[in-house]
């Protein structure tokens, strides 16, 4: 289900169209929905990680949600270009609607250094975001 189509389409902060997909700021996460197509690899991937520190700012503590929405293919090799630059996600989610992009996960984790989970629905990605946003704010508070 695309965030357009969703409950979520009125909660984002700003939406981001680049020729690569859309990308849903939120509060405390980020949702991407890459185009059919794509080749999403760290050239791709540096263009949002700048949006992301415009609209959230250097200090950026987010999650990101990967909406499957579209088949499009991964450099999973560039995750290590992503840490590199120092940059960190709180937590990976994807959400993958169909048999290829639940094995194409396995590769991702196998290069991701964030905590990745993988889910067969939007909701229940989000859910997830929020219940570890909740605990961190929780962990924090003692």
Same mark, same amino acid.
């Given at each position: ?5 969703? =409950? ?6 700003? =939406?981001?169209?680049?020729?690569s ?5 939120? =509060? =405390? ?12 690899? /760290? ?30 293919t991964?450099?999973?090799?560039? /995750? ?47 859910? /997830?975001?929020?219940?570890?946003k ?9």
């Amino acid at each position: 289900m695309r965030i357009e189509d969703s =409950k979520y389409k009125s909660q984002y902060e700003k =939406k981001v169209s680049l020729p690569s997909g859309n990308y849903y700021f939120f =509060k =405390k996460f980020v949702v991407a929905e890459i185009n059919e197509g794509i080749h999403f690899n /760290w050239d791709v991937a540096e263009v949002v990680v700048k949006k992301a520190y415009e609209h959230y700012g250097e200090n950026l503590k987010v999650a990101y949600i990967s909406n499957r929405v579209n088949d499009y293919t991964i450099s999973p090799q560039d /995750w290590l270009n992503f840490y590199r630059e120092r940059h960190r996600l709180e937590a990976f989610a994807i959400v993958a609607y169909n048999k290829k992009g639940l094995m194409a996960v396995v590769l991702e984790k196998i290069f991701s250094q964030s905590m990745l989970q993988k889910f067969n629905s939007l909701d229940k990605a989000v859910n /997830w975001v929020l219940t570890l946003k909740k605990e961190e704010k929780l962990n924090q508070a003692k």
